[in-house]
C-alpha cells in the first residue's frame, strides 16, 4: 500500500528566503504527483501537477520536482513571502487511488 | 462561481444524529470524491464517484451512505453520528475517473467542519 510522508511537518523562515519542503511515497507506480495548498479552514488549492513522465513543472516562484524511482519530490519555493504561509500537501495518483502525507506547515516571518 | 461547493460550512450535533452535507460541482467533471480530514490533518479518501456509479469505497462505517442523484452532486449522509466523526469532511472533483488519467487535477470544495458533542 502506498505510503506518502511529508518533511518538515513545521518549518518557519524568514521573508525572501528560498526554501525546499519535501514529499516521499514508497510505490513509484504512480500516474502524477500534486502539490495542494491548504489555508487555515479552508479547502485544497492545487499548485502544481508532475505527470509520471516529467520531471519538473514550474509556476511562478514555485517549482516541483520529481524522482519516481527514489520515491521523491520537492516543493521549491523561492523568495519566500507571508502570504505564502499555509501547509503544504502532496498527493500521489496511483491510477485508483489518491494518497495524500501528512502536510508541512509554513510560516514566513515578516 | 464557486467551482466545488459545500454545504453546510459548520456542523455541530449530538451524538446518534443522522446528518447530511451536500456537495455540487459546477465544473462538468465526471468523478466526484469524498475525503475526511481528522484532527492531525491527515486527508484520507473515503469514497469516488464517476457518473454516478461508485467505484472507490474505502474502509469506512456502513454508517456513511454517499448518494449522487446527478453527476454534478454528490452527498454524505451519516446515520448515528459518533465522537470519532468529529472531522472536516471535504469534497472534491475531476475530469476523468482515477484510471490512467495522468493529467487530472483534483478541485476541492472549501470543507465541512462537522463536531459531534
Given at each position: 500500500k502506498q505510503e506518502?510522508?511529508?518533511i518538515p511537518?513545521?518549518?518557519?523562515v524568514p521573508e525572501?528566503?528560498?526554501l525546499?519542503?519535501?514529499?516521499?511515497?514508497?510505490d513509484?507506480?504512480?500516474?502524477?504527483?500534486?502539490w495542494?495548498?491548504?489555508?487555515?479552514?479552508k479547502?485544497?488549492t492545487s499548485?502544481?501537477?508532475?505527470?509520471?513522465?516529467q520531471?519538473?513543472?514550474?509556476?511562478g516562484?514555485?517549482?516541483?520536482?520529481?524522482?519516481?524511482s527514489?520515491?521523491?519530490?520537492t516543493l521549491y519555493?523561492?523568495a519566500?513571502?507571508?502570504?505564502?504561509s499555509?501547509?503544504?500537501?502532496c498527493?500521489?495518483?496511483?491510477?485508483?487511488q489518491?494518497?495524500?502525507?501528512t502536510?508541512?506547515?509554513?510560516?514566513v516571518i515578516? | 462561481?464557486?467551482a466545488?461547493?459545500?454545504?453546510p460550512?459548520?456542523l455541530v450535533?449530538?451524538?446518534g444524529?443522522?446528518?447530511?452535507?451536500?456537495?455540487?460541482q459546477?465544473?462538468?467533471?465526471?468523478?466526484?470524491?469524498?475525503y475526511?480530514?481528522?484532527?492531525k490533518?491527515?486527508?484520507k479518501i473515503?469514497?469516488?464517484?464517476?457518473?454516478?456509479?461508485l467505484?472507490?469505497?474505502?474502509?469506512?462505517p456502513n454508517r456513511?451512505?454517499?448518494?449522487?442523484?446527478d453527476?454534478?452532486h454528490?452527498?454524505?449522509?451519516?446515520?448515528?453520528?459518533e465522537?470519532?466523526?468529529?472531522?472536516?469532511?471535504?469534497c472534491?472533483?475531476?475530469?476523468?475517473a482515477?484510471?490512467?488519467a495522468?493529467?487530472?487535477?483534483?478541485?476541492f470544495?472549501?470543507?465541512?467542519?462537522?463536531t459531534?458533542?
Open positions: 506518502v510522508t511529508q511537518a513545521a518549518l518557519s525572501g528566503e528560498n525546499v519542503l519535501n514529499c516521499s511515497f514508497t513509484s507506480a504512480i500516474y502524477n504527483l500534486q495542494f495548498r491548504q489555508d487555515p479552514g479547502g485544497l499548485l502544481l501537477l508532475i505527470q509520471s513522465s520531471r519538473e513543472q514550474t509556476s516562484r514555485l517549482n516541483a520536482s520529481l524522482d519516481k527514489s520515491g521523491r519530490s519555493i523561492a519566500s513571502q507571508p502570504g505564502d499555509a501547509t503544504y500537501l498527493a500521489v495518483h496511483t491510477g485508483n489518491f494518497y495524500f502525507g502536510g508541512t506547515s509554513l510560516t515578516p | 462561481d464557486t466545488v461547493s459545500q454545504t460550512k459548520y450535533t449530538q451524538m444524529n443522522d446528518k447530511s452535507i451536500k456537495c455540487e459546477n465544473l462538468g467533471h465526471d468523478t466526484m470524491y469524498w475526511k480530514q481528522d484532527s490533518k491527515f486527508l473515503m469514497f469516488s464517484y464517476n457518473n454516478k456509479e467505484i472507490i469505497n474505502e474502509t469506512v456513511f451512505s454517499p448518494k449522487s442523484p453527476k454534478a454528490l452527498n454524505l449522509h451519516i446515520n448515528s453520528l465522537l470519532g466523526d468529529s472531522a472536516v469532511y471535504f472534491a472533483s475531476s475530469q476523468e482515477l484510471q490512467g495522468s493529467t487530472d487535477t483534483q478541485y470544495g472549501p470543507g465541512t467542519r462537522l459531534v458533542l
